[in-house]
């Protein structure tokens, strides 16, 4: 059986990310990027799917860290006689992109073994494999891995498999290196200069970092994750670097992340400025304009890394998924839903980027109009809310809240669409008006106390927590109290917050990122204690190198969900700098 999430640590290159379990073995890698085709896909089914294990071939007590300040994995593997530690990474892309393997010895003499299970398409198919002086070169199609080490391997169909032994004081170092099938092998790298350019690298980024928090370890662990996520070439953000991992144990949630969503840019935006890291925002922001292009007005909630539109959803119908999940998908058909907060969130990211000094380009102002009309026109139109149904679509009301939002900034920042003629001012201040007038008509049960998912329904919804964070109503407005409250008594559990109600008989875990924002309005609420609380509950579900999932299974306390997700990490860096000290807001102040 695939192990669990908390098993996993990620290494990365800023263009794809591995994981690597416990035991050894990396069991999921995307390549050349993070929306590539995995080549390592044992995470969703089993070791025939691809995998790469370097480990001792008896039991061992493990330990593992990050070098401090970096995304260099240690893992330490105890026997009873002997110790042996691996050293994963994958270095700056300067060097060509590889995954790189230290075997260092400690004590004694380990018994090791080497497993090799390269599977395109998904887990499909294996490349051909030729032996080579010091190892073996794999293609298929455009795909080119060449495996470099200094035991004798065995090749096998699409791998390789070794048995060998390390001393204390030996250092056996193995490279696996991607390349274009067109051309020559990838040159041998140069490892220990690649280590220290690694090293150098993530550490002179994170000595950026001077923000006061009173969680320096989660914060900084939490932005390293994050710019692990971030594609270097464009500045876009993925989700997560995994898909069908899901929501419930054997569930059917399960959602391709590897893509870039609209949704999260203002969180992204604001955890960046707030973190000090103005030309990542900046890169961020500029990475949506190019996504948007020349028609904002038919903008998507997801794009690809590189900003390009189609991600088709498919089924991978030869993987039996993690732990039995099925289905297994590629692709994301949320892209084209109509989702009308997106456009508000796109908004006040434009908004909080004015706020803080960054350049209005031209384009920026199209956006910015064009969206407002759209908005305009479509404010009152049904969709499929935050959560991404694919049910019936409703009045979600933090959708019409991210509506008010999106006029509410072009209005305050009048820069954001240069001059506008007296009838469109006015025009955007009455939707502003009615938009709000609508939410606290609609949107508020008056039996209940408090504001609903949707208009018309009784449920709650955790998103209601940003409506004092995005300045819909102040927290010390009644209706917002209440609701927070009523959150509060139905919606969470073991001091964790889940998003919404679950229907009967279908569970539902904690939304990790939801805790936080209930820590951020108690924070407003002058709760000070009780928004340290809920924080350090929900940090303390991380796994042991500090990685959070989308979600948290309350029944069977473990992860669950895309792992790691950026949303869960940049909550925690919105929120322990703002329980912390002063920090931009996105609502302002």
Same mark, same amino acid.
């Given at each position: 059986?695939?192990?669990?999430?908390?098993?996993?640590?990620?290494?990365?290159?800023?263009?794809?990310?591995?994981?690597?379990?416990?035991?050894?073995?990396?069991?999921?890698?995307?390549?050349?990027?993070?929306?590539?085709?995995? =080549?390592?896909?044992?995470?969703?089914?089993?070791?025939?799917?691809? *995998?790469?294990?370097?480990?001792?071939?008896?039991?061992?007590?493990?330990?593992?860290?990050?070098?401090? $300040?970096?995304?260099?994995?240690?893992?330490?593997?105890?026997?009873?006689?002997?110790?042996?530690?691996?050293?994963?990474?994958?270095?700056?892309? $300067?060097?060509?992109?590889?995954?790189?393997?230290?075997?260092?010895?400690?004590?004694?003499?380990?018994?090791?073994?080497?497993?090799?299970?390269?599977?395109?398409?998904?887990?499909?198919?294996?490349?051909?494999?030729?032996?080579?002086?010091?190892?073996?070169?794999?293609?298929?199609?455009?795909?080119?891995?060449?495996?470099?080490?200094?035991?004798?391997?065995?090749?096998?169909?699409?791998?390789?498999?070794?048995?060998?032994?390390?001393?204390?004081?030996? *250092?056996?170092?193995?490279?696996?290196?991607?390349?274009?099938?067109?051309?020559?092998?990838?040159?041998?790298?140069?490892?220990?200069?690649?280590?220290?350019?690694?090293?150098? $690298?993530?550490?002179?980024?994170?000595?950026?970092?001077?923000?006061?928090?009173?969680?320096?370890?989660?914060?900084?662990?939490?932005?390293?994750?994050?710019?692990?996520?971030?594609?270097?070439?464009?500045?876009?953000? %993925?989700?997560?670097?995994?898909?069908?991992?899901?929501?419930?144990?054997?569930?059917?949630?399960?959602?391709?992340?590897?893509?870039?969503?609209?949704?999260?840019?203002?969180?992204?935006?604001?955890?960046?400025?707030?973190?000090?890291?103005?030309?990542?925002?900046?890169? +961020?922001?500029?990475?949506?304009?190019?996504?948007?292009?020349?028609?904002?007005?038919?903008?998507?909630?997801?794009?690809?890394?590189?900003?390009?539109?189609?991600?088709?959803?498919?089924?991978?119908?030869?993987?039996?998924?993690?732990?039995?999940?099925?289905?297994?998908?590629?692709?994301? #058909?949320?892209?084209?839903?109509?989702?009308?907060?997106?456009?508000?969130?796109?908004?006040?990211?434009?908004?909080? =980027?004015?706020? %803080?000094?960054?350049?209005?380009?031209?384009?920026?102002?199209?956006?910015?109009? #064009?969206?407002?009309?759209?908005?305009?026109?479509? +404010? /009152?139109?049904?969709?499929?809310?935050?959560?991404?149904?694919?049910?019936?679509?409703? /009045?979600?009301?933090?959708?019409?809240?991210?509506? +008010?939002?999106?006029?509410?900034?072009?209005?305050?920042?009048?820069?954001?669409?240069?001059?506008?003629?007296?009838?469109?001012?006015?025009?955007?201040?009455?939707?502003?008006?009615?938009?709000?007038?609508?939410?606290?008509?609609?949107?508020?049960?008056?039996?209940?106390?408090?504001?609903?998912?949707?208009?018309?329904?009784?449920?709650?919804?955790?998103?209601?927590?940003?409506?004092?964070?995005?300045?819909?109503?102040?927290?010390?407005?009644?209706?917002?109290?209440?609701?927070?409250?009523?959150?509060?008594?139905?919606?969470? /559990?073991?001091?964790?917050?889940?998003?919404?109600?679950?229907?009967?008989?279908?569970?539902?875990?904690?939304?990790?990122? =939801?805790?936080?924002?209930?820590?951020? =309005?108690?924070?407003?609420?002058?709760?000070?204690?009780?928004?340290?609380?809920?924080?350090?509950?929900?940090?303390?579900?991380?796994?042991?190198?500090?990685?959070?999932?989308?979600?948290?299974?309350?029944?069977?306390?473990?992860?669950?969900?895309?792992?790691? /997700?950026?949303?869960?990490?940049?909550?925690?860096?919105?929120?322990?700098?703002?329980?912390?000290?002063?920090?931009?807001?996105?609502?302002?102040?």
């Amino acid at each position: 059986m695939t192990a669990p999430l908390e098993d996993y640590a990620m290494i990365g290159d800023r263009h794809t990310a591995a994981l690597v379990g416990r035991n050894g073995s990396i069991d999921w890698l995307c390549w050349p990027r993070f929306d590539s085709d995995a =080549c390592f896909a044992a995470l969703l089914g089993t070791a025939a799917n691809g *995998r790469w294990l370097i480990g001792p071939d008896q039991p061992a007590r493990v330990t593992r860290r990050y070098q401090t $300040d970096t995304l260099v994995l240690e893992t330490d593997f105890e026997t009873a006689d002997s110790a042996v530690r691996i050293i994963d990474f994958m270095p700056c892309r $300067d060097t060509g992109t590889a995954v790189v393997r230290i075997v260092e010895g400690l004590r004694g003499q380990t018994a090791m073994q080497l497993d090799l299970r390269l599977r395109f398409d998904y887990g499909k198919i294996p490349p051909w494999t030729e032996t080579t002086a010091d190892g073996f070169r794999a293609r298929i199609g455009p795909d080119q891995i060449v495996l470099r080490g200094p035991v004798p391997c065995q090749a096998r169909h699409g791998g390789a498999d070794a048995a060998f032994i390390v001393s204390a004081g030996q *250092r056996l170092v193995f490279t696996l290196q991607y390349g274009d099938a067109c051309r020559d092998a990838p040159a041998p790298l140069d490892v220990p200069g690649a280590l220290a350019d690694t090293q150098r $690298d993530w550490r002179d980024w994170i000595g950026r970092f001077d923000k006061p928090t009173l969680w320096p370890d989660a914060t900084r662990r939490s932005l390293l994750t994050l710019r692990a996520l971030i594609y270097a070439p464009s500045g876009g953000l %993925v989700a997560a670097p995994t898909t069908s991992l899901p929501e419930t144990p054997g569930g059917k949630n399960n959602w391709d992340y590897r893509y870039c969503w609209l949704r999260d840019a203002t969180f992204t935006v604001s955890a960046l400025l707030n973190a000090g890291y103005h030309q990542e925002a900046q890169e +961020w922001r500029d990475w949506i304009l190019r996504a948007l292009a020349g028609t904002p007005s038919e903008l998507r909630i997801l794009y690809r890394v590189d900003g390009s539109r189609h991600v088709n959803e498919w089924d991978v119908d030869w993987l039996p998924g993690y732990r039995y999940a099925r289905p297994v998908r590629v692709g994301n #058909a949320a892209a084209a839903q109509r989702q009308i907060d997106v456009m508000g969130e796109v908004l006040d990211t434009l908004g909080l =980027c004015v706020r %803080v000094g960054l350049d209005v380009s031209e384009q920026e102002r199209h956006v910015a109009r #064009a969206i407002a009309e759209r908005i305009e026109a479509i +404010w /009152q139109d049904m969709g499929q809310g935050i959560w991404e149904s694919r049910g019936e679509p409703r /009045q979600y009301t933090y959708s019409k809240v991210m509506a +008010w939002v999106g006029i509410d900034r072009v209005l305050q920042h009048r820069e954001l669409m240069g001059h506008i003629d007296p009838d469109m001012q006015r025009r955007l201040q009455a939707t502003r008006a009615r938009i709000h007038r609508d939410v606290c008509e609609e949107g508020y049960h008056t039996g209940l106390g408090s504001f609903v998912q949707y208009y018309g329904g009784e449920q709650l919804d955790a998103s209601l927590l940003l409506m004092p964070l995005v300045n819909f109503l102040r927290v010390d407005d009644p209706r917002i109290a209440n609701t927070i409250s009523a959150i509060e008594r139905e919606l969470m /559990q073991d001091g964790l917050v889940r998003r919404k109600s679950p229907p009967p008989g279908q569970p539902e875990g904690a939304f990790l990122a =939801c805790s936080c924002w209930l820590a951020d =309005c108690r924070q407003l609420q002058g709760r000070h204690q009780e928004a340290r609380d809920v924080l350090d509950r929900m940090l303390s579900v991380r796994n042991d190198v500090g990685l959070l999932s989308e979600e948290y299974d309350l029944r069977g306390n473990f992860l669950s969900g895309n792992f790691p /997700q950026a949303l869960t990490h940049l909550a925690v860096v919105t929120t322990t700098l703002g329980l912390s000290g002063p920090v931009v807001r996105r609502g302002g102040g």
